[in-house]
């Protein structure tokens, strides 16, 4: 397979450095190594040229990806430079998430190479819809909750393009949980559960429910939940996250982004 | 009715091994199941829980390998719902609660979707956990959270058939939840719920290997599919 020649020079080296990993956390060292060496690692992927060996397929789920990280890093970026919008108490949350959404920027430029789209002229505001994004504490968390459930959805619903390339199913999904691990910190600081009951948007505005429609589902693969013994209904529901399809994510985030 | 939240702290480990396996007998003999054997029977298909079980092969093999550690944190859950720790905050229990829920409901999926190629319930051995601790109990809990996120990462390579690794997408995120949230409640508002940018993918082997300590029941992989790249940790 053409990309995975490709992919096996920066595997597992680079994604190793990239990334900071669970297994190996415990120590905050760790996770301080890994992304002190970003910069590094790109250094040795910016001379190579990644994105030409891989299938037309690939390309196009791999830029969807990117197009969506780039929206929340340029988002997550803007929110850290207004100072006072984020209380003491919730920085180091949300330091945290923009340097993941920075980190998967990078991971899938590094990968896409050559073939990587032109970044997005990304609008938070949505054309003056949300004008207090980054002055109104509560408009910022209400748009990080929408944008991270979005998130999970899509990379769940891109998942199975991605087949043909182990790797880079396995990079995806990757990212796909700790973009569910965002959702969830920013649900709970909104005071919501971190998991999704049945279609409800809770407590955020009536322009978040597409991304909620559907998450009510508790058929899967045949079974329907709600019948197993031991089961409730609000339990099915919330044990599984649905996918969205790559046009029912780009109308979600169109309106953030400028044509 | 549940054997192992009876056990005296007093026990050391192998003594309550041993008696944990005398129990797990006993519980089986006398259908007091319901701290851990699916739903309730313990199935001779696929095995006799006391003797092993054998995962089996291609996709039902991933499939088993997932509804083996879905009966290992729905127990754990069903535990230490069961026999709370001290002054367990109402927040909390209702959280452990929920999860407790959610994982006993990819239990119940993954055996009613597998039918009668799923393995029988496998007999936990929580022996280390002390449930009256909440430190212990919430490590332990982040443990199996990152583990279960980990593990359905580094199987969606494995499977053949999509509609396969689509559920395990829909169910692993929803893991990552509970990472996050388990988390959070240990180091409130650092980056505790999200430690790396990208999050662990292991290969069964390693999956079980790390949570072989908390099951009595012999797992038997090694007719999964393999994997053609290195774990990725």
Request: glycine residues 10%.
């Amino acid at each position: 397979m053409n990309d995975r020649t490709a992919f096996e020079q920066i595997e597992p080296e680079l994604l190793e450095r990239i990334t900071a990993r669970p297994e190996s956390l415990g120590k905050a060292a760790s996770v301080l190594a890994g992304v002190a060496s970003i910069p590094l690692a790109l250094g040795v992927l910016s001379q190579a040229v990644f994105g030409e060996g891989l299938p037309d397929q690939i390309v196009d789920v791999l830029n969807f990806a990117l197009t969506l990280e780039h929206i929340e890093d340029d988002f997550y970026r803007a929110a850290m430079s207004h100072s006072g919008l984020i209380p003491d108490s919730d920085k180091k949350v949300f330091e945290t998430i923009s340097k993941h959404e920075s980190a998967h920027v990078k991971v899938l430029m590094g990968v896409l190479g050559s073939k990587a789209a032109a970044a997005p002229n990304v609008d938070p505001t949505a054309g003056g819809m949300f004008a207090d994004v980054f002055s109104n504490y509560q408009t910022f968390l209400a748009l990080s909750e929408t944008f991270e459930d979005t998130g999970v959805r899509a990379y769940k619903g891109q998942a199975g393009n991605l087949m043909s390339s182990p790797k880079l199913l396995t990079a995806a999904l990757r990212i796909h949980s700790v973009e569910a691990r965002h959702a969830c910190e920013v649900r709970r600081i909104r005071g919501d559960k971190g998991w999704i009951g049945g279609s409800s948007r809770g407590t955020l505005p009536a322009a978040a429910q597409a991304t909620y429609d559907g998450e009510d589902n508790c058929m899967q693969g045949g079974v329907d939940l709600s019948k197993l013994p031991g089961v409730t209904s609000a339990a099915a529901s919330e044990a599984f996250d649905e996918p969205l399809s790559k046009d029912q994510v780009l109308a979600i985030v169109k309106p953030f982004l400028r044509s | 009715m549940e054997e192992a939240a009876k056990l005296p702290d007093s026990l050391d480990s192998s003594d309550r091994r041993s008696f944990l396996k005398m129990s797990a007998g006993a519980a089986a003999a006398f259908g007091l199941t319901s701290l851990s054997f699916g739903s309730g029977q313990a199935s001779a298909m696929g095995g006799d829980a006391t003797m092993g079980v054998d995962l089996g092969s291609g996709d039902e093999g991933i499939l088993n390998y997932a509804y083996a550690l879905e009966q290992l944190e729905a127990a754990f859950y069903t535990q230490a719902v069961s026999t709370p720790y001290a002054n367990m905050a109402a927040g909390e229990m209702q959280m452990l609660s929920d999860i407790r829920d959610h994982e006993i409901v990819h239990r119940e999926f993954f055996k009613a979707a597998l039918g009668s190629k799923a393995i029988a319930g496998l007999t936990p051995n929580f022996g280390k956990v002390k449930f009256n601790d909440r430190e212990s109990v919430l490590k332990t809990a982040e443990a199996f959270e990152n583990l279960g996120v980990s593990a359905y990462n580094g199987a969606g390579k494995l499977l053949k058939n999509g509609d396969y690794l689509l559920i395990a997408g829909k169910i692993v995120s929803v893991e990552a939840r509970h990472a996050a949230a388990i988390g959070d409640l240990l180091k409130p508002r650092t980056d505790a719920f999200a430690p790396g940018a990208l999050d662990g993918a292991k290969n069964p082997d390693a999956v079980l290997k790390a949570a072989g300590p908390f099951v009595m029941t012999k797992i038997m992989a090694s007719s999964l599919p393999k994997s053609n790249g290195e774990d990725e940790k």
